[in-house]
């Protein structure tokens, strides 16, 4: 038995039912779509030692998506965030914490739920960069080790072919430790493996450049340059540069 199962039946939720069934105000209301509903909900569990832990607690039902695998009937859509919840934790890839999985057909209807650990302590990146009062944001070394924090992240994340298909920074959460960062990337739903490396990397980076305008100059500089590795830009890489560049301006159009 792992820690979570543990504490899980510890707390009388001992298995898909009991997840199911537990009754709690929605932290997000339902999303209905795609011929089913997919809501969240935010609960304490009590652990060993009576110190709370909070877990989110995703219930789905006939919310399916197509796969090449799965043209027809398609698969529930938190199976594709559990696959690939284990996949970056193969790779070391920091994201959230699984506490639990399931599927199960009732009344033949299809219903999934995905339990992970709330990321206490961290932030969403457009957050830390919009409107934070954290200590460490107030000086530029500060702001610059976050950038670089998040930069060898994805950087790491593509190496392995990864592709998070919907990169936004509300989806890269950072938690201050000392004069560093602590990253995790979530909401990993649409994230794929691509054959070309390069076909993730234009397709994030343009999508993150776009959705952080409020970002300097120097400071996209500066997230590039730890992403690449360089401290003064190869050939190569500013090519790179430009191609998100053209990216992000054929997008506009």
């Known amino acids: 038995m792992n820690n979570w199962e543990a504490i899980l039946k510890s707390n009388r939720l001992f ?65 594709k965030e559990f696959d690939n919840l284990k996949r970056f934790h193969h790779y070391k890839i920091p994201t959230l914490e699984l506490v639990y999985f399931g599927t199960r057909s009732y009344n033949g209807n299809h219903q999934a739920i995905i339990a992970t650990k709330d990321l206490e302590g961290y932030y969403p990146l457009d957050e830390l960069f919009l409107n934070s009062d954290l200590e460490i944001l107030k ?10 924090a998040a930069a060898k992240v994805l950087s790491r ?7 998070h298909n919907s990169l936004y920074p509300k989806h890269i959460f950072a938690k201050p430790i000392g004069d560093s960062w602590d990253i995790r990337i979530i909401d990993l739903e649409k994230a794929k493996r691509r054959f070309f490396k390069s076909t993730a990397i234009l397709r994030d980076l343009g999508t993150l450049r776009r959705h952080t305008p409020n970002w300097t100059t120097k400071e996209q500089i500066t997230f590039f340059k730890a992403y690449v590795g360089e401290f003064k830009l190869s050939s190569e890489s500013k090519k790179l540069w430009y191609q998100i560049q053209d990216r992000i301006l054929s997008k506009s159009k």
């Open 15 to 79: 298995d898909f039912n009991s997840l199911w069934s537990y009754k709690a105000d929605w932290f997000e209301e339902p999303n209905i779509r795609r011929g089913g509903w997919s809501g969240v909900v935010k609960i304490p569990l009590e652990q060993v030692d009576d110190s709370p832990v909070f877990i989110f607690i995703k219930r789905q039902e006939n919310h399916m998506s197509r796969t090449w695998r799965h043209p027809i009937s398609g698969i529930a859509t938190f199976q």
């Open 157 to 163: 994340m593509h190496q392995h072919h990864l592709q």
């Open 139 to 148: 000086s530029w070394q500060g702001r610059q080790n976050l950038l670089k």
